[in-house]
């Protein structure tokens, strides 16, 4: 029947699988059973409608193909080409976008030059490829039926098209593979100007543009002509041929090697150009852009063939796009409702208008499929089926990925909340200043001073003039360690830990600041000129010191940053949000072991995008707490008139290593966590001229001091200078033993000794008991004093309002699932049996 009646009919090799998967998951075949049963049909003439007869043929416009396939058929070049002529549109949209660090994430898809322009070059021209590869597999006698067709203007663009973008489409993607070999340098050929020009990168970005546009439209006119009747007999169109299941994995198995081909056409040509760390990079961005521009194309397909379902007439075509249009103004105006920067996000409305689209579609379906079922319910015997049976819900990989699926909404939920409550919690804290008065204290003791951690960890230092020394607290085996004796700026790596100790102590009348740091360096000439401990802000110090071994130098800026602070729920917060991007990836490397294998710069697009992204939907996370002191740092750096050295511990000295490599400044961190892949984020939002030099600008001027057993320093790897030392308290490291700053001045002093000849003894002490329970009741404190001093409802405005909010969302709700669904089947049956 299908080789007798289409005149030449296609092979089994050489039908659709592509265009057949799609058409069916869009319902336009109707039944398998149906179409093989319409025996009276030649194959392009069957229809999933009923019989053929002219009046159904006359509303599919004519044509071999009914409305919803058409759909299918020409919607995908309208995508393709569309996405070529927005990037070409583009293309000056967004001049010098990159003097700002490159935080336009939609600038990045303009941008000749950037990766994720190229790529999605990329991209759309391999999905150009199989969908020509789709369409000549349905359409495999296209030529005979092309060459049928009348004369006229259409047949001759057609055929002239043709005859130009065969050729200029093979020369093109000579170019492509043979520019990074360097063939056409001007060098080695002398190349006339225009040549030279072409062979740009946004050259090239028009031609490639220009080509696609021209397939997509040739496309569009080609099928135009051959699906007409009686033209589409010549063209080998078997809707019979869309139901076999072993064509369709012929054709997805080709399919796949066609994406297979070009992701090592990739890596071969950014490695030969570039390097395999840029290979690697173009890799991961195509393997993340080409299912993303597929999945977007068929949806938007989908939707079209959903929609022509209900447009029935001219009249509901008109209602549907000015509903559509309607939909995109409204979600303009929620944007700028919510801020006017949000109205300027184009991806921000974007995500919008598609979500109430969705949310709209899924309420008229819910009401349709009401309607239909108490339709159902009072014809008898009639029964309404979907267009093809899903059997592979309950199968194996399904039910996996179903699992995978709310697992990691269950992780994602988890970790919002834990967010939200911290932010909840820091703005209590903050609105009411419930904060503990004193964590860390210090007091003279007779030859010497005490300084206390909330109770917990006690450090003793006894002046070498003190005639009470405890042998047992005199310090044996100095220079250990290979960074022992070495000096930055005048000043060893003990004073640098004694500096981050004091953004911890509150400047109070007991904790005289100015009287500690004297009794610390009383031996320089070194005093405090500002000190921050703002609530909401990181607690910070600045330090002028001299030099006394040069007179001539500059002065020294020391910038203490304090850590975190236990009473301070806004420290947690900022903790988290600081190494989220590191923990993922260490989740990523354990459930996909080969990205291990990413280069840094890797890492860093993966996290800079993300970042990015979230910049273009209006999720800016660049509100860090370090804000206050980089724009003081870059404003000394500028000045000229002094050095800068950032400290600090903990997170201070993570602070202390982003800051350092942003502002290009020399940073001394205790026992921070490693920075090396989170700083690409800081990178990727924040302005300066250090913030291209990647991994680089953390290697040139910072040193670390790590303590084995330390877990806190595992969230992130590390960068520059690291020194690693024991720990002392090893017994209670899972209770952050490890990771005290009084242990860590400890150790230095004991193996490393003093240059200054200050400490004649030392001793170091930490329990955790009293701590936890000096915790536990201000935990409790600060809970009481936010509950006595809540203002939610003191407004009685603001309590219209909360309600009102209260009563929209649970009508929303109503309207959206409270509808009863009704299986339309079901519905039918049980009428049926109750008739009988």
């Not at 511990?649 to 290593?657: D, K, P």
Request: proline share 4%; charged share 15%.
């Amino acid at each position: 029947e299908t080789g007798s009646d289409t005149g030449g009919g296609a092979a089994p090799g050489d039908r659709d699988v592509g265009l057949g998967v799609a058409m069916r998951f869009t319902g336009v075949v109707s039944s398998p059973v149906q179409e093989l049963h319409t025996e009276s049909k030649a194959p392009w003439q069957r229809q999933s409608g009923g019989p053929s007869s002219p009046r159904k043929r006359s509303r599919a416009g004519g044509r071999g193909c009914g409305p919803r396939r058409w759909i299918v058929i020409v919607a995908p070049w309208v995508f393709v080409t569309l996405v070529s002529i927005v990037m070409l549109s583009s293309m000056g949209y967004c001049e010098g976008w990159t003097a700002g660090a490159g935080q336009d994430f939609v600038c990045a898809f303009s941008d000749p030059e950037a990766r994720l322009n190229r790529n999605l070059r990329l991209a759309s021209c391999l999905l150009l490829l199989q969908l020509m590869l789709c369409w000549i597999s349905l359409f495999p006698c296209w030529r005979g039926a092309l060459l049928r067709a009348q004369p006229g203007v259409c047949k001759v663009i057609s055929v002239g098209a043709l005859s130009i973008l065969s050729p200029a489409t093979v020369l093109a993607a000579f170019v492509w593979l043979a520019v990074p070999t360097g063939i056409f340098e001007a060098e080695r050929l002398d190349l006339p100007a225009w040549l030279l020009h072409a062979l740009t990168k946004k050259s090239q970005l028009v031609c490639a543009c220009a080509l696609q546009i021209g397939w997509g439209l040739w496309i569009l006119l080609t099928t135009f002509l051959v699906t007409r009747d009686p033209h589409i007999q010549h063209t080998g169109f078997d809707i019979v041929a869309l139901v076999e299941e072993e064509l369709w994995a012929r054709r997805a198995a080709r399919l796949k090697l066609m994406i297979w081909v070009a992701q090592f056409l990739l890596v071969v040509r950014s490695g030969v150009a570039e390097g395999v760390a840029h290979a690697q990079n173009d890799l991961v961005s195509f393997t993340v852009l080409y299912p993303m521009l597929f999945n977007l194309m068929w949806t938007v397909t989908f939707v079209f063939v959903r929609l022509s379902a209900h447009a029935r007439s001219r009249l509901h075509g008109l209602l549907i796009f000015v509903g559509t249009t309607g939909l995109v103004l409204l979600a303009r105006s929620l944007c700028a409702y919510a801020s006017a920067e949000s109205a300027q996000l184009p991806v921000l409305v974007f995500f919008v208008w598609l979500s109430i689209a969705g949310e709209g579609l899924r309420i008229i379906r819910r009401w349709s499929n009401l309607a239909e079922s108490v339709h159902a319910s009072m014809a008898e015997g009639t029964t309404l089926k979907l267009a093809v049976t899903s059997q592979s819900t309950g199968t194996l990989v399904m039910r996996v990925t179903y699992f995978v699926f709310r697992l990691f909404c269950l992780a994602s939920l988890s970790f919002v909340s834990v967010l939200g409550l911290c932010a909840l919690a820091g703005t209590v804290q903050h609105s009411t200043g419930l904060i503990v008065s004193d964590i860390v204290w210090w007091h003279t003791v007779p030859g010497g001073i005490t300084i206390n951690n909330a109770g917990a960890s006690v450090l003793k230092l006894r002046w070498r003039s003190s005639d009470s020394v405890n042998p047992e607290w005199s310090q044996s085996h100095p220079h250990d360690y290979m960074i022992c004796g070495k000096t930055w700026y005048g000043l060893q790596l003990l004073d640098y830990a004694l500096l981050s100790e004091l953004p911890y102590v509150k400047p109070t009348a007991e904790n005289d600041l100015p009287r500690l740091l004297k009794l610390l360096f009383g031996h320089v000439n070194i005093s405090i000129v500002r000190a921050s401990s703002r609530i909401g802000q990181r607690p910070w110090m600045e330090f002028e010191f001299r030099d006394p071994q040069v007179q001539s130098a500059k002065p020294i800026s020391i910038v203490a940053i304090g850590g975190t602070v236990v009473d301070r729920v806004v420290d947690y917060l900022e903790d988290i949000r600081m190494w989220t991007d590191p923990v993922v990836l260490t989740i990523l490397y354990t459930v996909l072991p080969l990205t291990r294998m990413w280069s840094r710069e890797t890492t860093a697009l993966f996290i800079g995008s993300l970042h990015r992204l979230m910049a273009s939907v209006g999720v800016r996370d660049d509100g860090w707490h370090y804000e206050e002191i980089l724009e003081h740092i870059r404003a000394l750096a500028a000045a000229g008139e002094r050095e800068v050295v950032v400290t600090g511990h903990s997170l201070g000295g993570g602070i202390a290593l982003v800051i350092g490599a942003l502002s290009g400044q020399t940073a001394v961190a205790i026992q921070p966590p490693g920075v090396y892949h989170s700083l690409a984020k800081h990178q990727a939002v924040q302005k300066g001229e250090h913030e291209a030099e990647g991994g680089s600008a953390l290697h040139k001027r910072s040193l670390s001091l790590i303590f084995e057993g330390d877990w806190i320093q595992h969230f992130d790897d590390h960068g520059g200078l690291v020194q690693t030392m024991s720990c002392d308290q090893k017994g209670k490291s899972l209770a952050a033993g490890c990771h005290l700053l009084e242990g860590a001045i400890y150790h230095l002093i004991r193996h490393c000794g003093d240059s200054a000849n200050r400490f004649g003894a030392v001793s170091h002490e930490y329990d955790l008991t009293g701590a936890g329970i000096k915790l536990f009741k201000a935990c409790m404190e600060i809970l009481r004093q936010g509950w006595k001093t809540s203002r939610w409802l003191e407004r009685p405005g603001q309590a219209r309002s909360i309600v009102f909010a209260g009563v929209a969302v649970s009508l929303l709700a109503a309207f959206r699932y409270g509808v009863p669904f009704y299986h339309p089947v079901r519905a039918a049956g049980n009428t049926k049996a109750h008739a009988e």
